[in-house]
Each structure stands twice: as structure tokens, then as C-alpha cells.
């Protein structure tokens, strides 16, 4: 054992620390969303940790391989030379971080910030890389005990790599039994909570056309905080009337609760056999919407809609979970394709036996997880014979392995931020620059539209930032992400990892924020709207300009 740990450093190493300083500049510089003091101070706390160990391991495989080192006092004034400027570049990138931060803020429309709290900033990133440094340091010398105590029973290097192992897989274990489930599980709780809350003022609809209505097959208090919302909150036919100038019919909203039924399965059907009562098969719009993981329809796209077909519209939908997206994602990642799955199909076996020329046409909706889930329904061979007649899908995480495919497969020259997908008849992608197909492209029969922002973290983390630069970050970047936001190994998958979370707490039109002008754009040019005309759009626009839709 002891041979083993002379490769490492005794105290506080060196070279550790000098990685440990680049890793801490980089993480203060720009990635696709702006940081409150303290969660900047979690990063970059974490980036100085994870760069001391970089080194310190580098170090140790040095040593190891027996190469050579530099010695003697020449060697001691050139580290005391690198430590002092390293010292000097950690106050240069401390000064600098407001400047940082207002380059990505102007991209986002977002007032300037004075100062970026370099001593708050500071003072938590040291606390955070103490706590884990020396937490690892404790459990290394936790190995050293368990590994001499085994050599007794088996050799030195067996005993060295089995102690490791051991502890690594006792540390394993703690943190998904114990630290990680509990944490879920308040999580879980909380959630479940809010889903349940009821806002003052929220009764049961009168409408004969949304569920938890007296009339309903779905009890109002089976539906939770969101799907109440969504019920409550929709555009009448008199003010669909009143912005067209139109007759209009009073829009038809179906939402099944997670306490509608015990599996996907069972809401689904009851999901559907409300749409049956309230005639939502009769429309001449019908869109299957998949939720967000708290449940959360965007009325940014969700009621700008209804205007478009002067209210002959059905929507219907299905709750699958009360977390927020990307919990959900890291708890269960498969739950909105499983229940986007689950309704489709009891939706799409009843449409397909209608009579084509009296059928409504059907769409899919689908923002972030909702999006994934969509993404479920769009199976090709399936759809094969009779196709739907298209989706809108916003914000698609990362883990959308349709959108993966897509985006991997885009022709070449178009960025993957803003791609078009080969002729562009079947789908396309949207930003806020637009719709990016050639001007020539026609349309096929399922037409399909993807929006995404590029400074969208849901949308572009990945895995790989930890050891591969993106081609989003190449010179050919989107319009809202900052021209000083450079890829650094590790630092760059911490950064963005760290805005995931914050995705939705940027202005509306970035990040995983999508506005109700992306919304009109998309599904007209996806449904196709009869007697719509520009300045019907125009007027609609203005209508929702000052829209606020704060997600859950």
C-alpha cells in the first residue's frame, strides 16, 4: 500500500492546486445562462475540486511511470513564479466576471449587472472544495486502513485494489440508498404537494366542454395544480370572436389527473372516453398535448391556439408526473414516452376508425419532457398507412433520441443549432431567426416543426462537453449564446450541467423559455389555419406580447 501512496502528494499539492486555480478561471467565464453569486460559487467550488484531483492524479501517474522531475531551487522558484501568477489570474477573472455576465445578458434583452460579487462567488467555491477535497482525502485514507487490514488475507496490490472498491462501492451505495432516495423523496413530496394546492378561486369549470365539470367522467380534485390551469384558463369563443371578427366555437379541453386512474394505461382510457362525451372527435382540430414533468401545458403555446381555428379546436392531455423536468429526466427518464405512448395509442385506434373525410385532423404537442414524449408517438412505421397530420415540439431535452438522430443527420453546412433535415418535407427547426428550410421546400403529409433556442441547456447538454467540443460552439453560433463562451474540458459539462436547472428562468424567447410568437408561427405553418390571414397574426401577436407563462 504504502508504495502505492508515494506517488501521491502528503499535503496539499502543487500541481493539484494549479489545475485546481485554471479550472476555478474557467468556470467564471460565460455558458449559456446567466448566474445568481452563489450558484456560481457551487460551480466553480466544484471546478477547483475536480481540477486539484486532475492533478493530483496526473501527478501520481507521473511518478508512477518513473519519468523524470524537475528538482532543486530552480524548480521551487518556477512554482512560486506559476502560484503567483496563477494568483494574478484568479483576481483578473474574478474582476471580470460582471463583464462576463452582461454578454449574455444583452443577448438575452436582460438589464446589466454592476458587480458579479467576486467575495461571495469566492468565499462559497473555496467552502465547496473543501468540503469535497477533504471528503476525499478522508476516504482514501479510509482505503489505506481497509487495504493494510487486508493484506493479511490476500497480496498487497489485491488488497490496495479491492479496498478501493469496496469503499467505492460502499460510497455508491449510500449516496442512491440513502442521500440521493431521500433526497427524491422530499422532492417527490413537495411536489406532490404543490400539485395538489389549490389557487383561491379555482372551482370546477361550468363549461360542458372541459373535464372536471359536474357532467365529467374526471373529478375535479383527481387533477392537479397545472391541469387546473390548463382547464380554467383558456381563450372563450366570445374573445376568440371578438380578436377575429369570426364566429367561433367554445374550445374543448380534456386533462386527466394522476389520480384519474392507477396506470398510464387506465388514464388514458379515461382520458379518451372524456374526449368521446364531449365531442372532441368532431372537431376539425384535435391535438394530443403531452405535459411537462410537473404536469405544466405552456399556455404560451396552449392558448394562442384555439384562436388560429376559430375554436374548433380539442385539446387533451394526461398527467405522468409532479416533478419538475429535469428531475423527472434523472428519476425516470422513460415516463413521458411511456404515457405520450400510452394515450396515443387509445387516441390514434379511435381516429383511425373514423371515416377520413369527417375525421379531425390530429397533432401532437409537446414542450421539453413533453416534447420527449411526443417523440414516442412519431413512429414511422406505425404511422405508416395513416398518418397523423403533425406535431409541434418545443424545447426537446437531450436525452430525445429522435431529435438526436435528426439533428446528427442535418445536411451538412446547416448548424446544429438551427439545422435543416434533407429536403425538409417531413420536419423542420425553428428559432428565433425563423423557420430554417430552402425556400423552395414543400411540405409532405406529416408535417412536423422542432423549436429550439440555442442558449436552450435542456437542449444541448450532453455527456460528451465533458471530453469533445459541440459544433454549437463553433464560429457558427446562435444568435443568443455569448461570443466569449469558449469549451474547456470538464469545466464546460459542469457549466452547462449547472444551467439545466435554471433553464426556464430566462426571459421569454431563450433558453428553455419559448414565447407565444414562436408558438403562432409554428402552428400555423403546421396546421395550416383556413381564412387566416397576416394581419389576423399580427393581431394575435400583439395579443399575447406581454404574456407571462412562469412555469411550475
Known amino acids: 500500500m504504502h508504495r502505492w501512496r508515494r506517488y501521491l502528494p502528503t499535503g496539499f499539492s502543487v500541481v493539484g492546486l494549479l489545475i485546481g ?3 476555478f478561471c474557467v468556470s467564471l467565464t460565460p455558458s449559456l445562462l446567466p448566474r445568481h453569486p452563489v450558484a456560481q460559487g457551487l460551480l466553480s467550488g466544484i471546478s477547483l475540486a475536480v481540477g486539484y484531483c486532475v492533478g493530483v492524479i ?4 507521473y511518478r508512477f511511470l518513473q519519468l523524470r522531475e524537475w528538482q532543486g531551487r530552480s524548480a521551487k522558484i518556477a512554482r512560486r513564479v506559476v502560484l503567483v501568477i496563477s494568483g494574478v489570474m484568479l483576481l483578473a477573472t474574478l474582476t471580470r466576471m460582471a463583464y462576463w455576465q452582461n454578454t449574455i445578458r444583452a443577448l438575452m434583452d436582460m438589464p446589466p449587472v454592476d458587480s458579479g460579487y467576486p467575495t461571495t462567488v469566492f468565499a462559497v467555491a473555496v467552502v465547496t472544495a473543501l468540503i469535497f477535497l477533504l471528503s476525499a482525502r478522508a476516504l482514501i485514507g479510509l482505503s489505506g486502513k481497509l487495504a493494510r487490514a487486508l493484506q493479511r488475507l490476500m497480496p498487497p496490490r489485491v488488497a490496495v485494489v479491492t479496498s478501493y472498491a469496496l469503499i467505492g462501492i460502499l460510497l455508491i451505495s449510500l449516496i442512491n440508498g440513502m442521500i440521493v432516495k431521500r433526497l427524491v423523496r422530499m422532492m417527490d413530496e413537495t411536489f406532490a404537494t404543490i400539485d395538489q394546492a389549490i389557487d383561491e378561486g379555482m372551482e370546477p369549470p361550468l363549461s360542458l366542454f372541459a373535464s372536471g365539470g359536474v357532467e365529467s367522467l374526471i373529478q375535479w380534485d383527481e387533477i392537479g395544480k397545472n391541469g387546473k390551469r390548463f382547464l380554467l384558463n383558456g381563450p372563450t369563443s366570445e374573445q376568440i370572436s371578438e380578436l377575429t371578427g369570426r364566429p367561433a366555437l367554445e374550445p374543448i379541453r380534456v386533462y386527466a389527473g394522476y389520480n384519474t386512474g392507477e396506470t398510464l394505461q387506465e388514464r388514458a382510457k379515461i382520458a379518451v372516453d372524456e374526449l368521446i362525451r364531449v365531442g372532441g372527435f368532431d372537431r376539425r382540430v384535435l391535438v394530443l398535448a403531452t405535459p411537462t414533468g410537473t ?6 403555446a396552449i392558448q394562442p391556439l384555439p384562436y388560429l381555428h376559430d375554436g374548433d379546436v380539442a385539446i387533451v392531455s394526461m398527467q405522468y408526473s409532479y416533478l419538475p423536468s429535469w428531475l423527472t429526466i434523472a428519476v425516470d427518464p422513460e415516463i413521458s414516452r411511456r404515457s405520450a405512448k400510452a394515450l396515443f395509442d387509445q387516441v390514434y385506434a379511435h381516429w383511425t376508425a373514423l371515416p377520413k373525410e369527417s375525421r379531425p385532423e390530429l397533432y401532437l404537442f409537446g414542450l421539453s419532457l413533453g416534447s420527449l414524449g411526443s417523440e414516442a ?7 405508416l398507412g395513416d398518418p397523423i397530420d403533425g406535431a409541434v415540439l418545443s424545447g426537446p431535452p437531450f436525452p430525445s433520441r429522435l431529435w438526436q438522430q435528426i439533428v446528427a443527420e442535418r445536411n451538412p453546412g446547416t448548424p446544429q443549432w438551427h439545422p435543416v433535415f434533407r429536403d425538409a418535407a417531413l420536419l423542420r427547426f425553428m428559432n428565433q431567426e425563423g423557420i430554417a428550410a430552402p425556400p423552395d421546400a414543400d411540405w409532405g403529409v406529416l408535417r412536423t416543426i422542432y423549436i429550439q433556442h440555442a442558449s436552450d441547456p435542456m437542449v ?15 464560429e457558427q ?10 469549451w474547456f474540458p470538464l469545466v464546460t459539462f459542469l457549466q452547462v450541467g449547472f444551467d439545466v436547472p435554471m433553464a426556464t428562468a430566462a ?6 423559455n419559448y414565447a407565444p410568437d414562436e408558438y403562432i408561427d409554428a402552428f400555423i405553418e403546421v396546421t395550416r389555419p383556413r381564412d387566416w390571414t397576416e394581419e389576423d397574426t399580427a393581431k394575435l401577436k400583439a395579443k399575447f406580447a406581454d404574456f407571462d407563462a412562469s412555469p411550475l
Open 21 to 23: 486555480i485554471h479550472f
Open 58 to 61: 496526473g501527478l501520481g501517474i
Open 295 to 300: 404536469g405544466w401545458l405552456d399556455p404560451s
Open 377 to 383: 408517438a412519431l413512429d414511422l412505421f406505425q404511422l
Open 460 to 474: 444541448f447538454f450532453s455527456p460528451s462537453l465533458a471530453y469533445s467540443k459541440p459544433h454549437w460552439l463553433g
Open 477 to 486: 453560433r446562435g444568435p443568443d449564446v455569448s461570443p466569449d463562451f469558449h
Open 507 to 512: 426571459p421569454l424567447g431563450y433558453a428553455h
